[in-house]
Structure formats: C-alpha cells, structure tokens
C-alpha cells in the first residue's frame, strides 16, 4: 500500500510560513481570510465550482472565462448584495434602502 502524503502542518496551515511570530490571533485571521481567497467559487455564469481570485477584487471562472469585480477576499460581501439590490431598484432605490435596515433590525 502507497504511503499516505503526510501533512506537513496541523493547524497552522497557510500561516505556517510565519512561524511563531506575530501572535496567534494574528496568524489566525490571516488564515481564515486566506483560506476565503483561495478557495474555488460557483460561477454565476455556469454554474461549476471554478471561480477563483484572479488579482485584488477580480475574480474569474477557470472553466468559461467570465471575469467580474466582487469582494476583496471573497466574490461576494453582504455590502455589494445590498448595494446590487439598491441599484437594481432604481429610482425606488431609496424605499429599498430602508427596507432592507428595517429587515436587519428584525434579525437582531
Ligand atoms: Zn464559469
């Protein structure tokens, strides 16, 4: 039988080419953010788990091309969603607005 890979770290993963320096928390936030950046995303255009972060807010399907602007680390944050849906009212975009805080008001 094939020896299994062994992996070279346990929980430091990405963050351990930093060694012990910086702090934990430090590291750990790196790691969740980076872990977010490089992961595969489902495209909006086809639908496959291709999307990955081509430069700073870009991302980018590997399997049909399309390129499109989102969040810095992730594709999508809660901020362009309501931005997105403010644009898509239009006019009414306001009224959206203020349907939206009050929605957020009722989750808390
Ligand atoms: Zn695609």
């Not at 299994?4 to 963050?15: A, L, Q, S």
């Not at 060694?19 to 977010?36: C, H, S, W």
């Not at 403010?86 to 009050?102: F, S, T, Y």
């Amino acid at each position: 039988m094939a020896k299994k890979r062994r992996k070279k770290t346990k929980k430091t993963g990405v963050t351990a080419r930093f060694g012990a320096r910086y702090g934990k928390r430090v590291r750990d936030n790196v790691k969740k953010i980076e872990e977010k950046k490089r992961a595969k995303y489902v495209c909006p255009k086809c639908g496959k788990v291709s999307v990955k972060r081509e430069r700073y807010a870009v991302w980018k399907c590997t399997k049909c091309g399309a390129e499109f602007s989102g969040g810095a680390y992730v594709p999508q944050t809660e901020a362009g969603r309501i931005a997105l849906r403010a644009v898509q009212a239009g006019p009414k975009a306001k009224e959206v607005l203020v349907e939206i805080e009050e929605e957020e008001a009722k989750e808390e």
